[in-house]
């Protein structure tokens, strides 16, 4: 116990008990900015494990404590009572081994990360010292590099030098050589006298020449910043100006001869333009332009007799041409005689509404397309193809009998081959009957009457040739050469002798054309569905189009993506005289068109082009002003102008609705048509009415959900016809309602003033003769000086001598004043009036 009281203490006092090897005390650590730190300090003592009845190793007295008197003697005493201490020791001995190796394992850890640290310092010098030896051997190889080119250029300026040093050269050459030799012996014979052999150096790599040339270009720190910068390589500027330099001179060894163009001049070129086309440059077009007189830009137009002379000038060749030669010239393409094939005819039906045109057409393709039409009455153009029993085909073509559709049945005349004048037998000769006549002579067409109704009880067949004669047509019961054959299409009486005369007929005219060629044909019809966009009734006049044809139809452009026949069915090509409805149009034609096949695209779309330029042209050219048209216009201005847009379903009928409407115009009012297209009426339309106030007219045509719903929230007037003549009337009576009632004046009575005497204290009082009716005081007055109107107002009173009277009639005398006018002198006149409102009718 004494031993364990004496042992120094390191924290608190320790707990009575047995010996214990390990101190245990705490120490307080100061950091810097006021931090601290508390630790565990553990004090351990050494002690060593021995087995029972061995002796303890001697251990090193300490110096302040003197040595005992007998250590020998107590080294043989046995331990006391050694059992009772082993458990304890073997406690104490488990726990410091388990310390122990705790302690190892911190210290081994420890070890490791300074082992680890130690290398990471290691590893970091070194790639430290790499890199400044890499920068040192850089900057070293650099220098050399420097010093390299600068021994380069030195040599190329000795080499330069060289020319005027070479006649000495041959001379110094042997006396070189010799002394070579020498060496070279001196050098063999110290070699043969054993004396120390140097050491070979390992060879350098010696760079190329050409290795040397491509370095010298680039451009590094320590080059730029060297005293030898002035051994750098030249510029890519420098190097292009040599080489431009090399090839002028080259250039100027051998002139080339100029290149002659011919140049296609239009009928307008800008300066620009003609410089590129002639390969020149523009400033020298200019400059020779100045030299001319003519100050110039290079965007400015010249003509073509100043551009020839440029041309000329500069040794080219013109070539003219004008606008009209883009145009696709169909007249002058004419096929050879021997490519020519027989092709069906082209008849055409027509005559007065009526009178049974569509029915016999009905009876003859056995088809009721009557039944479908509005009003019983033909609207359109329709083209069908018929097989006769002897496998003879007929294109047949069904114009509308309608007064209002005269374009269109010139333009079934202008088609056709052969004309069929229906005439009723009960009604005779009509103004359309009369009109299809004067078609057919202007085109020149043979005609064929069929006197249709013949089964009615009034039909007289008789008289119908008859008033043909008043027309110049004779027919052949009248010893003529126009075939007649009366038939009955409600019957289908003598149809047969029908199809026998147009046989006939077309065998006299040899209808020939050549299949074998780029299609062309005539637009009978146009208009827009829905579904499937623009599309057009096409007559096949000559060659065949087929499908993926590129054509051009007036203005408009396209492909044909597909073709149906008059019976439905999709056909992949169409021959002479085969009407087809086409699909791939970019835009409805007006029927009457030309249609082309063109080689491609580009082609179609400059001829379109340039047909359209010249419809704008012509629509926006003014006729030039003079005093007559310009007072014209002014009192063209004063009528009421009645706005309308019209939408139809085919083009032929747009075409039909705007030259009935404008023939409805008189002087007080005039048809102003905004837009007409075809097509159902969509928002625009809406839109465009309700900016102008117009009605919107739509002729078998219906407006989309859309369309409805702003027409119904603008209050735009829709109007919906079927049929011609109703459209015609609705437009009639809309017109006339808008100039409103028509006010006739009718004149009652004439008076003379013969006096005037004085009414009141300013007033004055006429004195009056009636001459002719009556002056009654609720009428209107007017007073004329001269015929010139100086008053129009009302009569204020009527007296007859002293009393007032409502009438004065003719040949008696009677007093008048007047509201607010005083200006009256003898002889003046007196007429009174009344006013009628009539209902105004177009």
Known sequence: MSETTDKPKLGMRAPLGLKRTVEVGKVKQSFSHGRSNTVIVETK???????????????????????PAAPVARAPEPAPKPAAPKPVDAA???????????????DARLSQLEEARRRED?????????????????????????????????????????????PAQPAAAPAAAEEDEEGRTARARHGHGHAPARRPEPARPVRGREEHRRERGKLTVTRALGEDGDARARSLAALRRSREKEKRAHMQSGPAAKQVRDVVVPEAITVGELANRMAERAADLVKALFKMGMVVTVNQTLDQDTAELLVTEFGHNIKRVSESDIDIQT????????????????????????????????????ANVVAGEAGGITQHIGAYQVSLPDKTKITFLDTPGHEAFTEMRARGANVTDIVILVVAADDGLRPQTIEAINHTKAAGVPMIVAINKIDKPGANPQKVREELLQHEIVVEEM????????????????????????????????LKANPDRPAEGAVVEAKLDKGRGPLATVLVQRGTLKVGDIFVAGPISGKVRAMIDDKGRQVKEAGPSFPVEVLGLSGVP????TLSVVENEARAREVAAYRQSVIDRKRTTSAPASLDSMFSALKEKQAVEFPLVIKADVQGSVEAIVQAVNKISNEDIKARVLHAGVGGITESDVTLAKASGAPIIGFNVRPNAKAREIAERDHVAM??????????????????????????ENIVGRAEVREVFSAGKHGKAAGLLVTEGFIRKALRARITRDDVIIYNGAIASLRRFKDDVPEVRAGLECGVTFEGHTDIRPGDYLETYEVEQRERTL
Do not use: C, F, W
């Not at 650099?142 to 030098?161: F, I, L, V």
């Not at 092709?343 to 009905?362: A, E």
């Open 590 to 593: 007006s029927a009457g068109d």
């Open 92 to 106: 104490a001995a488990r726990k410091e081994l388990q310390e122990r190796l705790l302690r190892e394992a911190e």
């Open 479 to 510: 010893s003529g050469d126009v075939q007649d054959v009366e038939v009955s299409a409600l019957k289908k009486t003598n149809l047969d002798k029908l199809l026998e005369a147009i046989s006939l007929q077309a065998e006299l005219l040899e």
């Open 122 to 166: 290691k590893q970091a010098k070194e790639a430290s010292e790499d890199e400044k030896r890499r920068a040192e051997e850089n900057r070293r190889a650099e220098e050399e590099r420097a010093e390299t080119a600068r021994r380069e250029a030195e040599a190329e300026a000795k080499r330069a030098a060289e020319p005027a040093a070479e």
């Open 331 to 366: 007249e002058a393409d004419v096929d050879d005689d021997a490519t020519l094939q027989p092709r069906p005819p082209v008849v055409t039906i027509m005559g007065h509404v009526d009178h049974g045109k569509t029915s016999l057409l009905d009876a003859i393709r056995g």
């Open 45 to 67: 003592k050494a002690r060593t494990l021995r087995r029972p009845g061995e002796a303890a190793p001697e251990a090193p007295e300490p110096a302040p404590t003197p040595a």
């Open 719 to 744: 109007q919906y016809y079927d049929v011609i003549y109703d459209l015609t009337d609705a437009v009639k009576a809309a017109m006339a309602g808008e100039l409103g009632p028509l006010m006739i």
